[in-house]
């Protein structure tokens, strides 16, 4: 949801005035009890690709949008939060001598970075809402921080929880909000994964004049109804539907906001006072436990033309991630320094393809690689790897049907469409050479290096009796490592239209290099079949990051190219498959998507 322009606030915060004058009334104070988690699962109303709002939810679904959860004496609390809660303290900082802090001042940024912790929240910062914070969480719930301040305010805030929190629920945050006179928060829902687990609770405390403040929620900005805002009166919306609030009156007014999940949440952190957390949009993090994952964190290293621009671009969506300088770094291929001859060195110079130093002070954050030209060329690659990356990388091998991943990789090298770089890149090999042709040459190549002494090129047959004996073989293994030195350049990408889909014999010596476990093989039919977001789950959980939904699904670097001739398209699928059937037993899966994972008629 784009930011709304100060324009659009000026405008719907006039409307306010305009609603607040004709005395708009509330709706009833209805006790509907909690609203159900089935009514937070989505935004009750959508955007459109042009900005426009789109209709809302099926009424038939009636998402409930608020509802009275009960009533309160606020007077306990209303002592604790009276003081200083009326004061702008950004007009006062921009002063030449600095404001002297009182120690009973909650609501002052200086008494708060010194016995509690400072949060920032910042459209909420930017419109003058001062807070008081007292419990915290990151907008994914991996997190749930103690403030110091919470101690003094348990005690008064506890009828407000019993009212409010079911046996077994978990406090997410919980903060004082004072918004000044002449403020609206714009028409919104809410954003980010915790939005869709939590319940919001609002408490009005300060209200002069409840008349002066217009607080509205519904499904959709036409829709939305007046909400009493009178001091004590407990109140739950629904953070997936829109809601507004606009300060018509003279004078702030002060809201408890409590957020809670069902069930158990995470263990709570309990901070000291004046401890810093580093805070990015989507994550809190403390200084003191700072400890920044390595730079990169993963590799993508093929297949090529299998899908793995799309999967870069969908790890890229998470908030948690920052793009490398560059999407294909090569930094350990054909962009190596043979310079350097100290492993600190070499590190040095591949990590200048990254945002390492932003990432320092980002623990939460993590960066990665997608080189697919990786995959193949592990006899250069894997000890330089080793070497420069001395830590636990995981990587992602992305594969599809080799048959037409040698046509997308054919029609990738000889377009004439791209930057001059691009076609340097790509080479010029292949540009006046057939599919045909450049298949036989390859499978001649392969010949001469004694790889597949199992194909016979002319009749287009395989003995499978030859095939089971040579493969995983010391001889097999002798004439890979001979293909990959004669037959892998480094200054063209028009090289190994076959041998890279090959994919259980590019594997076997990564395989033999690190863990298994380092490794998430994916199947790039099954994402196209399952769903990004359902291939995505597994990939959050291979980089041990927070379950994020990819909202831009769109395959990323395809294009049209004509299709096979049917009788080279038999031929390899003769060639390939053998090949293929051996990907269950060198991935060691229990899944029948590998046992035979393209078959073909």
Known sequence: MAPTSPEEIAAQHAEAVRLVREGMPCAPCQDLGEIPSSDLEEPTCHNDPDGEEKKERDPL???????????????????????????????????????????????????????????????????????????????????????PWWKDFEPCLQPVLNSILPPGGCLVRVLFASLPPGVTIPVHHDTGEW???????????????????????????????????????????????????SNCGSDNRVHLIVD?????????????????????????????DMNARPTPSYVIIGAQKAGTTSLYDYINQHPWVLKARRR??????????????????????????????????RPSCLTGDSTPSYLLDSRRVIPRLKTVFDWTLQFFVIIRDPVKRALSHYAMVTSPEGTAAQLKTRGSEWRSKSFREVVFEELQQMQECGLIPYWNIEAGEVDHNIFDAFSGSEEEDSAWNLYLRRHVPLNTGSYGLLTRGLYALQLRPWFRAFHRDQFLVLRLESMKMNGVNATMKRVWKHLNLPNYYV???????????????????????????????????????????????????
């Open 61 to 147: 679904l009636n998402p409930l949008c608020f509802t009275t959860r009960g009533s309160i004496d606020v007077a306990q609390i209303q002592n604790l939060v009276n003081e200083g809660y009326n004061i702008q303290y950004q007009k006062l900082d921009n002063d030449t001598n600095p404001h002297l802090a009182s120690p009973t001042n909650y609501w002052d940024p200086i008494n708060a970075a010194k016995r509690n912790v400072s949060i920032t929240r910042p459209s909420h910062d930017a419109w003058g809402i001062q807070k008081i914070a007292l419990i915290f969480c990151d907008d994914f719930l991996t997190k749930v921080f103690e403030l």
């Open 195 to 245: 939005v869709k687990h939590t319940h919001r609770v609002h408490v009005p405390i300060v209200v002069k004049d409840p008349s002066k403040v217009l607080f509205r929620c519904g499904p959709s900005p036409e829709s939305m109804q007046r909400i009493d805002c009178t001091p004590g009166h407990i109140f739950e919306i629904n953070n997936q539907a829109k809601h507004t609030v």
């Open 260 to 288: 809670y999940i069902r069930g158990k949440g995470p263990s709570r952190i309990v901070l000291e006072p004046g401890e810093e957390l580093i805070q990015t949009r989507r994550s809190i993090d403390r200084l003191k």
């Open 328 to 361: 294909e770094t090569h930094c350990l291929d054909w962009r190596w320094n043979d310079q350097l001859k100290s492993p600190s060195m070499q590190l040095k110079y591949c990590q200048k393809f990254f945002y390492t130093e932003a990432l320092k002070t």
């Open 551 to 601: 909202h831009d699904e769109a395959p990323k670097n395809t294009r049209e190219y004509e299709p096979m001739e049917p009788e080279i398209e038999t031929y390899l699928q003769k060639f390939f498959d053998p090949h293929n059937r051996q990907l269950a037993s060198i991935l060691e899966e229990d899944v029948s998507e590998w046992n035979n994972p393209w078959p073909y008629t």
